[in-house]
C-alpha cells in the first residue's frame, strides 16, 4: 500500500511563502492524479490544487493565481508553493493520491499557520 507524507508546513506571517512537499512511498502504478486538499477548523475539506497523470493542473478558487502545483515523477512527489499567505490560508494541508484502480489515499496533513 502507497504512503503518503507531508512536510513543510508552519508558522508564517502574512504575506509569506511556503512550500509542501508530499512523497509516495513507492512508485504509483495507475495513477490517475495525485492533489493537495486543505481543511479548515470548523469548515469542509476543499480542493487547493491538483495534477493529473497527464500534467494538466486545476486550482481551486482560493489558490488561483497565488499557489502552484508541481510534481516530480522521478521522486513520486508533488509539491505545492504558496506564496502571497493570508491569515485564512489557514489550515490542515493533505495530499491526496486518486489512482485507476484501488482506493484514494490521504496523508496524514502538515499544518499552516498564518498570522502576524
Known amino acids: 500500500q502507497v504512503h503518503l507524507t507531508e512536510s513543510g508546513g508552519g508558522l508564517v506571517q502574512p504575506g509569506d511563502s511556503l512550500r509542501l512537499s508530499c512523497a509516495a512511498s513507492?512508485?504509483?502504478?495507475?495513477?490517475?492524479?495525485m492533489g493537495w486538499y486543505r481543511q479548515a477548523p470548523g469548515k469542509e475539506r476543499e480542493l487547493v490544487a491538483s495534477i493529473s497523470s497527464g500534467g494538466v493542473t486545476n486550482y481551486g478558487a482560493s489558490a488561483k493565481g497565488r499557489f502552484t502545483i508541481s510534481r516530480d515523477t522521478a521522486e513520486n512527489a508533488i509539491y505545492l508553493q504558496m506564496d502571497s499567505l493570508k491569515p485564512e490560508d489557514t489550515a490542515v494541508y493533505y495530499c491526496k493520491l486518486v489512482v485507476l484502480i484501488g482506493s484514494d489515499t490521504w496523508g496524514q496533513g502538515t499544518r499552516v499557520t498564518v498570522s502576524s
Open positions: 513507492q512508485t504509483i502504478p495507475h495513477m490517475l492524479l
